[in-house]
Structure formats: C-alpha cells, structure tokens
C-alpha cells in the first residue's frame, strides 16, 4: 500500500460528495434564505457537516461551544448529532445574523437544543466554566482564532473534541502573493494549531479544510 495519499482533486471531491449523506429540505431552504438575506454564503459543505456529526457521536458530545453562528447552519448539524439532553450555545457577535439564525433554529427539529448567545466571543467565552464542554467549533473572523482557540482549550473536558474551519484559507494557503489578512491570520494559526502539544490534530480536506482535534489530558487555564 502507499504511504501517500491520492491527492483529493475536484473530480474525487464530488465523488466524495456525492455519496455522502445530502442535506435535507429544510437546510436546503436555510441555505437559499440566508442568500437572499445577504448573509455571505461561507458555512460548512454537507459533507462536512456530515463528518463533524460522526466526529460528535463517536464522542459522546453533550454539550457543544460554537464560536461563529452566522446563520444557524452548522449549529443546527451539530444539535441533531447530539443526544436529548444535549445543547449546541452557538456564539455571535452580528445581531442580524443572530436574528436570522433564531428564527431558522425556532422552525428546525432542534429547537430546544441550541441557544445563540450574541456578544464578543471574547468576553461570552470568558463567561463559560472550564472543563465544562465536550466539543468547540471556532468558524469566525480569523485574526480572533488564536484567542478562541485558547478559551476552546480551556473550556473542553479532558479528551474533547476541537474542531476549526478554514484552514485552507478559503483556498489560498498556499498562495504566496495572497497577503490578505485573514489569509495571513489563517497561516499563522495553522503553525499555532500544529505546535499545541495537549491536542493531537490533523487538518482534514473537507470544504476549506477542518481542524479536527483531541485534547490528550487535563489542560491547565
């Protein structure tokens, strides 16, 4: 067997895609609504929010932090791979994409399991008990990924689950002459991301590339 991969090209992309599970009427809908309402079309693929609820059950996730709601996409996929007790608290600093994503969580099948909190990340998660989550999702503005990484850190049990969008830098991280800030933000947490030595992580080549990590031990704050 080789020990390098096949290189995922576009045409074994939507192979992959196409048999995976696909989204539902309902998101589907969301989605278009979220277009026509202007919010920018930049959350997670079907597929990778397919991935991310296998990641949770095999976790055993009951409690969840996202940080980034934008329009309820991923929280929605997050709260139906949970059990019923379970809760997604999706955090966004936007009160329009709250308003928005309220509204389209009140409609969905899980309803009662997600509870957006509008504010600064920053200051809701520095809200939020440590130890006290068993999975964090980090999908908003990249220059603040490094700071939300260390709340996510702080925040998951021993043997959490950590999990961040955007690590290919919406396609351009290996784009020398894109000096973008995000772009750049996205590179330098990546080298951060890589060197946490109470997570082992990976880079997974699904949307724009995702996070995905376990956190070893107990983590000190």
């Known amino acids: 067997m080789s020990q390098k991969s096949e290189r995922v090209s576009e045409a074994l992309y939507s192979y992959l ?19 026509d309402a202007g919010i920018p079309s930049i959350q997670i693929s079907p597929e990778q929010a397919s991935f991310m609820q296998i990641l949770l059950r ?7 932090i996202e940080v980034g709601t ?23 600093i936007d009160p329009g994409h709250a308003e928005f994503a309220e509204h389209w969580i009140a409609d969905s099948d899980v309803a009662g399991r997600v509870e957006v909190l ?10 939020i008990a440590d130890q006290s989550a068993d999975a964090f999702f980090i999908d908003a ?3 603040g990924y490094p700071t939300y990484l260390q709340h996510g850190l702080r925040i998951l049990r021993p ?15 290996l784009d ?9 933000a996205i590179r330098r947490f990546n080298e951060e991301m890589a060197a946490v030595e109470v997570l082992q992580s990976i880079i997974v080549p699904l949307g724009d590339g995702c996070w995905v990590g376990v956190t070893r031990g107990l983590v000190s704050g």
């Not at 997050?78 to 966004?92: H, K, S």
């Not at 959490?160 to 969008?165: A, E, N, P, R, T």
């Open 118 to 127: 509008l504010g600064d990340a920053r200051e809701v998660l520095a809200g």
């Open 141 to 143: 503005d990249k220059v």
């Open 159 to 173: 043997g959490g689950l950590m999990m961040v969008d955007n690590a290919f830098a919406f396609g351009h991280i």
């Open 176 to 184: 020398a002459d894109n000096q973008d800030d995000s772009v750049l």
């Open 17 to 35: 895609a196409a048999h995976t599970d696909p989204e539902d009427a309902f998101l589907s809908d969301r989605r278009a609504a979220a277009t």
């Open 58 to 64: 095999l976790a055993k996730a009951e409690q969840v």
């Open 70 to 92: 934008l329009a309820g996409y991923a929280a929605i996929n997050m709260a139906r791979a949970l059990g019923p007790g379970g809760r997604v608290r999706t955090i966004e």
